[in-house]
């Protein structure tokens, strides 16, 4: 998904998704992180185990805003088109 506050870390994103009950149904992260800045570059892939997991999470997490850092970004979730 994209649209992600820059000040995010991969632990605190990996916190909010373990907060929502996504743990173990995931076998792949990463937020690629800009070396220059030190922040993430606003998207992140994700590989869920199963379609189930992937249409839950795109239903708690796509619109909305991530709750850590104020922002008036609000989360894109979509499918990647190559797997």
């Given at each position: 998904f994209r649209s992600i506050t820059n000040?995010?870390?991969p632990e605190e994103l990996l916190h909010d998704m373990i907060q929502q009950g996504f743990e173990g149904t995931f076998d792949f992260l990463?937020?690629?992180?800009?070396?220059?800045?030190k922040k993430n570059k606003g998207y992140v892939f994700?590989?869920?185990r199963s379609p189930?997991?992937?249409l839950r999470f795109q239903d708690i997490f796509g619109g909305h805003k991530l709750a850590r850092y104020a922002t008036d970004k609000v989360l894109d979730v979509s499918p990647a088109k190559t797997q």
């Amino acid at each position: 998904f994209r649209s992600i506050t820059n000040r995010y870390t991969p632990e605190e994103l990996l916190h909010d998704m373990i907060q929502q009950g996504f743990e173990g149904t995931f076998d792949f992260l990463y937020l690629p992180t800009d070396l220059t800045t030190k922040k993430n570059k606003g998207y992140v892939f994700i590989n869920f185990r199963s379609p189930t997991s992937a249409l839950r999470f795109q239903d708690i997490f796509g619109g909305h805003k991530l709750a850590r850092y104020a922002t008036d970004k609000v989360l894109d979730v979509s499918p990647a088109k190559t797997q």
